[in-house]
């Protein structure tokens, strides 16, 4: 049971008690569902000082405000999405694949790992200048494309869970998912994907030279070190350029992953469409994935959050690919906390269907009691306009201290509770398996 004020009484609430004697208050029982307008209004001028509800059986309290500069965010992100679906509806691209992210996992971990120990192996040998060919790369990029092409959330979902020595391995493994999944997204012939993809795994070759502890210093760089930093797109075809079998286009691809659209990147300062497309490309997801991963000097940004402060930072991306790149991982990829009308927080599970702001998730905590609810899952694009997501959450704001590895166990079972319906009051539950 929760006390609430009669201010913070709304339709739908399941009253249980109020405070004081039956004289105190124009009703002659205490235990109904508030259904009518007129009986809202009596018991907000009764006078009384505390009413209980029950928000299992009725609403509970209507959810804070999102703050402004947030609403506007995600609004800019999620009009300009909209837009986009209504107006190009027949754009290049692929839907997600039927396999659930949670059906996916198993095979995606084993291809993490194994992907984790050739990137290693090959850096190694690029330390060591004895680069000769792509025999233990390749197969790595056909692994990648594989998982995406059956889930494109699932490897990028679990790339994000990165251990603090092996962020290098899976920062590339991980660039590359999206740089693969951004390529079908824009209808890239098969050559193209596979150009995208050892793009992505091999950005940062360059920094294989990097001094010991630069890539990890907790605290700020100096100025020295930043300009150190700074030449390893340019090392990076340097180290490669021994290998017949990449491309022009992968190597201008790593070259150009930090100059940005309006001149102020580097090495070279390019702007617009000077930058290759496999530059432009990897730009959007290497940024992504750094700015969503725990470094030690910055703690992740949440991707829902980090996908609306890159739509705002004019200048930096090529719009039409960043457009393209929402549209890949969702306005609220997966992994994401999200606050939903019901006042319950939710995982989003997996990408939307037609509608990026309505995706599939998986409520597990009362956004009133405060307390863990039973983990059920609800695929909101079918769901009444009336029950959605009302704002994403600071996984930090609600004590999930480590929210990757948290959303992780909620997403990775595969036989929950599915909501089938919504009812009127107690929505009822089919039981069955995620995914296939």
């Not at 249980?16 to 235990?31: E, K, Q, V």
């Not at 390893?232 to 180290?239: I, L, N």
């Not at 960043?322 to 989003?348: H, K, W």
């Not at 956004?367 to 039973?374: D, F, G, L, M, Y």
Request: net charge negative; charged share 25%; proline share 7%.
């Amino acid at each position: 049971m929760l006390r609430i004020t009669p201010e913070q009484l709304r339709l739908g609430m399941f009253v249980t008690a109020i405070d004081g004697s039956w004289l105190d208050h124009p009703f002659w029982r205490s235990r109904f569902l508030l259904e009518r307008h007129a009986d809202l209004a009596l018991l907000k001028a009764s006078g009384v000082t505390g009413i209980w509800i029950d928000p299992k059986k009725g609403l509970g309290p209507a959810p804070k405000p999102v703050p402004i500069a947030i609403a506007r965010d995600v609004q800019a992100v999620r009009a300009d999405a909209e837009a986009m679906l209504a107006t190009e509806a027949d754009a290049p691209g692929v839907a997600n694949a039927p396999r659930s992210p949670s059906a996916e996992f198993v095979q995606a971990e084993r291809i993490l790992d194994d992907a984790k120990i050739a990137v290693a192996a090959f850096i190694e040998d690029a330390k060591l200048g004895r680069l000769t060919g792509l025999e233990g790369i390749e197969p790595v990029v056909a692994a990648i494309t594989g998982s995406v092409l059956r889930n494109r959330s699932a490897l990028m979902t679990l790339a994000r869970l990165k251990a603090a020595d092996e962020y290098a391995y899976v920062h590339a493994i991980a660039v590359s998912a999206m740089m693969v999944a951004l390529a079908l997204q824009m209808g890239m012939d098969e050559p193209g994907v596979r150009e995208a993809g050892l793009a992505g795994l091999l950005h940062d070759i360059g920094e294989a030279d990097a001094p010991p502890g630069l890539l990890d210093k907790p605290a700020s760089l100096s100025a020295a070190e930043t300009e150190r930093l700074q030449q390893h797109p340019e090392a990076g075809p340097v180290k490669l350029e021994g290998i017949d079998a990449l491309s022009a286009r992968v190597l201008d691809g790593i070259l150009h992953h930090h100059e940005r659209m309006d001149g102020s990147g580097y090495p070279q300062q390019l702007k617009g469409e000077s930058i290759s497309l496999l530059g432009r490309m990897a730009a959007v997801c290497d940024v992504y994935d750094a700015i969503t991963s725990n470094r030690p000097h910055r703690r992740a940004w949440p991707p829902a959050e980090a996908l609306a402060r890159m739509f705002r930072w004019d200048g930096h991306f090529d719009q039409s690919i960043l457009r393209a790149f929402i549209r890949c991982v969702g306005i609220y990829p997966v992994g994401s906390l999200v606050r939903l009308s019901s006042d319950e927080l939710a995982v989003v599970s997996e990408e939307a269907g037609t509608v990026l702001a309505r995706p599939v998730v998986r409520p597990f905590f009362s956004a009133v009691t405060r307390r863990p609810i039973a983990l059920y899952e609800i695929d909101l694009g079918d769901m009444p306009e009336d029950l959605k997501i009302v704002s994403r959450e600071d996984p930090s704001a609600w004590g999930f201290a480590d929210w990757e590895t948290h959303a992780m166990k909620l997403i990775k079972p595969r036989a929950v509770r599915i909501l089938s319906r919504i009812g009127q009051h107690t929505p009822p539950i089919t039981l069955k398996s995620v995914g296939s």
